[in-house]
């Protein structure tokens, strides 16, 4: 099989790139979003910009972190009706996931019916520095308490439009549990089974932006420099891990988020050490390539890393480090979940965990009692 390396959406990356929706070429758009951003007049910025393109538009504000089937359900109704030509998600990666999975379903009726179907023009308008959602195929959808990922080139934005102003209102705990989600997408893309040179060079630059600069960004959510590199970070990453795929810190934080309902960076931030503890098998002879990996990207981000153990150690020290400073909690417990809760869920939060579409990326192939060990870690 050919090694590809694929990225179906144009990305426009400075404060004069939302001034681009003047000149989109459609008629109809149909904007999906939350309602806080109608208070703090994103949407009608987005509204502004368009109507100058002599686009007329309708805008759905359901959007509800980590998005069910229910949401997607009703925009997709209400994005048919609009007859819109032009898609547009403004928010974090719960509503550009929601956009995805309206086009996704608004497609597969379509051709259920016997209809054609005309894709619009998808552009994403991220608020969030953390997914990287505007650039990858991924959309993760939940239902009955599980976080599904629908992956599908498909789905891929045709544009993004990074322009971080949109970030100023963020709260520093969303700045930190975003960030924090960059970090994993750029290490589980890093030791991925299909990392590739092309990934490796974006996922090294993500990591190290992020832990140059969401620290700062962190101290000061104002900081337009920080806020620019994290959110950059944020895309490069995205870019990485739509091409190489995630691992099993995404599987697990898929299933204990979608079961606690917990913000899904933090959902990784508590899995990640206990991962690379697992995968790095530090623990046995740490001779992994996992490990060798993780020692490379310790090397690139001037970590100790003689040997590959030293590596893989360097890397997770840096990163509890870094967990530290943004006052990330340690453990699962300290996350507010009891231990009954905990214990009755753990075996199918793993079951759910090992069928996970990022799963078999992971560079260890991991055992229903690996995943139940690694969260009785984490807890
Ligand atoms: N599609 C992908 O490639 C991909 C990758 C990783 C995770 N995800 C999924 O994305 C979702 C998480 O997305 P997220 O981490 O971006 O968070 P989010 O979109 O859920 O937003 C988090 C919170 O921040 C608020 N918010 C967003 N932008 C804001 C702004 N500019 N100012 C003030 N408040 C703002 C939202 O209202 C929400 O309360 C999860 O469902 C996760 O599973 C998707
Ligand atoms: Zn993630």
Known sequence: MVDKFVLKTEINFNKQSIELLKEVHGTRAFIVSESIMDKMGYIKKVIDCLSIAGISSTAFTDVHPDPDVKVIGDGMQEYVKSGADVLVALGGGSTIDTAKGILYSACQFAKEAGNEFKKPQFIAIPTTSGTGSEVTNFSVITADDKKICIIDDFIAPDMALLDSTFMESLPPRVVVNTGIDVL????????????????????????????????????????????????????????????????????????????????????????????????????????????????????????????????????????????????????????????????????????????????????????????????????
């Not at 990934?199 to 101290?219: G, H, N, Q, S, V």
């Not at 994290?230 to 204990?256: D, E, K, P, R």
């Not at 939060?349 to 984490?378: F, G």
């Open 184 to 379: 994993v997408h750029a290490i589980e893309a890093y030791v991925s089974v299909k990392a590739t040179d092309f990934t490796d060079a974006l996922a090294e630059k993500a990591a190290r932006l992020i832990f140059e600069y969401l620290p700062t960004l962190y101290k000061n959510v104002k900081d337009p420099y920080a806020r620019d590199r994290v959110q950059n970070a944020s895309c490069m990453a995205g870019m990485a891990f739509t091409n190489s795929g995630l691992g099993i810190t995404h599987s697990l934080a898929h299933a204990i988020g979608g079961k606690f309902h917990i913000p899904h960076g933090l959902a990784n931030a508590l899995m990640m050490n206990a991962v690379m503890e697992y995968n790095a098998d530090l623990s046995g002879c740490a001779d992994s390539r996992a490990s060798e990996r993780y020692a490379q990207l310790a090397k690139v981000l001037q970590l100790p890393a003689r040997t590959r153990r030293e590596g893989a150690v360097s890397l997770m020290q840096a990163v509890k480090r870094l967990q530290k400073g943004l006052d990330i909690v340690e453990n699962i417990r300290s996350a507010g979940i009891e231990q009954s809760a905990f214990e009755s869920a753990v075996e199918a939060m793993s079951e759910t965990a090992l069928q996970d579409r990022c799963t078999p990326t992971s560079p260890r192939k991991p055992s229903k009692q690996d995943l139940i060990c690694i969260y009785q870690k984490a807890y």
